[in-house]
């Protein structure tokens, strides 16, 4: 009876039923966890469509600068969201023990295997898994480590600048440099892991069509991310989920079909009882790659490290590495075209460099590491280039631990999403100067007194690799790319616009890349040393 009644008055006034809902909803999300009292955007405070469209516009690094100069240091951008400026709330949020988690965004990032998500540890959401995981691989990416990754790197190196000159030189035409670098970023991270290359730069194609799913992917996970439970409708729907667990569906990443035909080469070598460490009697690899390593974390805590999760390291390596390194290094090469007194002076740098013997190859032009390390406006201008376009362009966002914290000065209750955004801190005036949209590498000079405190605090506030326990594990790996192939490439190459009034067209899709970004390439002679090239 009551029944029947409650479906005729719905069936009656289903309209202003409806309404009520809706209304009572937004009110709701209007007053959550007393965030009202925070300023930004009305109908951000209403519901998450307003940061969806935000990011679906691709450039939500600039609505995040533009809120922070409006409303001050903390913006709320959606009813459960808040987006921080201050760098005081660095140490809170990304701070080593605080409690705070991953947002549902990175679960958007994770792949689906048979029917099931798979963390990395980019996307994991458990830090007691992260830390179990990070432990296992994280001597793989220390500084010491480095050594044994740069002979990968100058495999790489070389073949690119061979192909650089046989297609832009000897058969002159415009480069998508940003293509070429992201080409040049896979290879790279391909020969490192797994001792052999993906082939971009051989064939100067997008092997598998590896770049263009990760660039279908980031435009996916961005906006998906704003409100995560979309994607339980789209690529993780129940459906999808079980036509996957049947092995009806195989939408397996191509990066983690070349990572499961690399592992295949090796396994049975493992099958065999053989270790894998290099350092052991019988190495079965000859150089210890990154592949290697998590094999041998496998060998070390087969409790923990299954085979899944050494899949999942190698394709995270792809996934996390290449779209990343690819950025930066075409933001150090852009921003040094277009203000040419500062590639005037790195140029000058490098050759002084070379006439002063400094450099032990003169025939490529390759430099090493340590060489690198030796040019300090190098490190300038790479410095600013990371602060004037930092890869990642979205806040990075935690969950507030429960019980709550304060945050900056802020009282901030439990479960509330809170992040930063490298974009916005790397314009704070107060750290970086009035100038902070100027390319300036000269910012990062120290010269006179109390330039060591002021640039020790850019630094603190540098944010392009994250902050904290979740920091990312790979930045040595591209320093060690983009310290090299920099000064490499200004040997070599005289590299110029080939339109020198266009921009580049950004697109910020979680990483934010750059479009339209074209150039051209003359040969220079290598600059010899002046005593002579030692024998
Ligand atoms: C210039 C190049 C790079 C940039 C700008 C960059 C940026 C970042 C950022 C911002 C994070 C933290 C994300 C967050 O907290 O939400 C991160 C994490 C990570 N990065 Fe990188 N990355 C770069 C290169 C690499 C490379 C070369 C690798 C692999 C060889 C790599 C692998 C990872 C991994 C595995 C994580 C997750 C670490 C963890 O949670 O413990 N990245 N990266």
Redesign the pocket.
């Known amino acids: 009876m009551i029944t029947d009644q409650i479906v005729h008055v719905l069936s009656q006034h289903w309209l202003p039923i409806v309404v009520a809902a809706l209304v009572a909803w937004l009110v709701r999300n209007r007053y959550h966890n007393g965030l009202n009292k925070y300023p930004g955007p009305f109908l951000a405070s209403l519901t998450d469509w307003w940061r969806f469209f935000d990011v679906y516009g691709r450039r939500p690094e600039r609505s995040h600068i533009a809120l922070h100069r409006k409303y001050g240091p903390v913006v709320r951008l959606g009813p459960n969201t808040l987006s921080f400026s201050d760098p005081d709330a660095l140490k809170t949020i990304y701070g080593l023990n605080k409690g705070f988690i991953?947002s549902d965004f990175y679960v958007v990032q994770q792949s689906v295997v048979k029917g099931h998500s798979l963390p990395s540890?980019?996307s994991t959401t458990d830090n007691d898994f992260?830390m179990q995981f990070?432990r296992c691989v994280n001597s793989a990416f220390a500084m010491s480590a480095l050594v044994q990754y740069e002979p990968f790197v100058d495999n790489t190196t070389k073949l690119f600048l061979k192909q650089t000159e046989r297609l832009y030189i000897n058969d002159p035409g415009a480069c998508d440099f940003t293509r070429w670098l992201q080409f040049y970023a896979f290879d790279v991270?391909g020969e490192i892991t797994y001792s052999k290359r993906h082939g971009f730069i051989e064939k100067n194609e997008d092997v598998d069509g590896i770049v263009a799913y990760l660039t279908k992917l980031f435009l996916y996970v961005a906006p998906i991310g704003q409100i995560p439970f979309l994607d339980r409708l789209f690529l993780k729907n129940p459906i999808y989920l079980k036509l996957s667990e049947w092995g009806l569906l195989d939408a397996t990443f191509p990066v983690a079909k070349f990572a499961r035909a690399r592992m295949a080469e090796r396994l049975p070598e493992l099958e065999n009882g053989e270790p894998v460490l290099p350092t052991s009697e019988k190495p079965t690899v000859k150089s210890p790659d990154l592949l290697s390593k998590f094999l041998a974390a496998r060998e070390a805590r087969p409790d923990f490290m299954t085979d899944t999760l050494v899949q999942t390291m190698a394709v995270?390596?792809a996934f996390?590495?290449s779209e990343?390194?690819a950025i930066?290094l075409s933001a150090v090469f852009y921003f040094l075209l277009k203000n040419p007194a500062a590639l005037d002076r790195l140029r000058r740098e490098i050759d002084d460099a070379a006439r002063e013997g400094r450099f032990s190859d003169y025939e490529t032009g390759l430099v090493t590491w340590h060489e690198s390390q030796t040019l300090p406006y190098l490190d300038m201008c790479v410095k600013e280039a990371f602060r004037l376009h930092?890869?990642?362009g979205l806040p990075?966002e935690r969950i507030v631990p429960a019980g709550g914290l304060e945050i900056a000065g802020h009282r901030v209750e439990g479960g509330t999403i809170v992040g930063c955004s490298a974009w916005v801190l790397h314009r704070d005036e107060n750290i970086f100067g009035e100038d902070v949209e100027a390319y300036r590498p000269e910012r990062w000079e120290v010269k006179g007194e109390g330039d060591e405190a002021r640039v020790k605090v850019m630094n603190g506030t540098m944010l392009?690799?994250?902050m904290g326990s979740?920091?990312?594990?790979?930045?040595n790996?591209?320093l060690l790319e983009i310290y090299k192939l920099v000064p490499t490439m200004l040997r070599r190459f005289e590299i110029r616009f080939d339109d020198p009034d266009s921009e580049w067209e950004i697109v910020n899709a979680w990483f934010v890349k750059q479009n339209n970004f074209i150039t051209r390439f003359k040969l220079r002679d290598i600059v010899m040393p002046e005593k002579g090239v030692k024998a």
């Open positions: 991953k540890l980019f992260h990070r991270i995270s390596m996390a590495g990343t390194t930066s930092p890869a990642p990075m392009q690799f994250g979740r920091t990312c594990i790979g930045k790996i591209s």
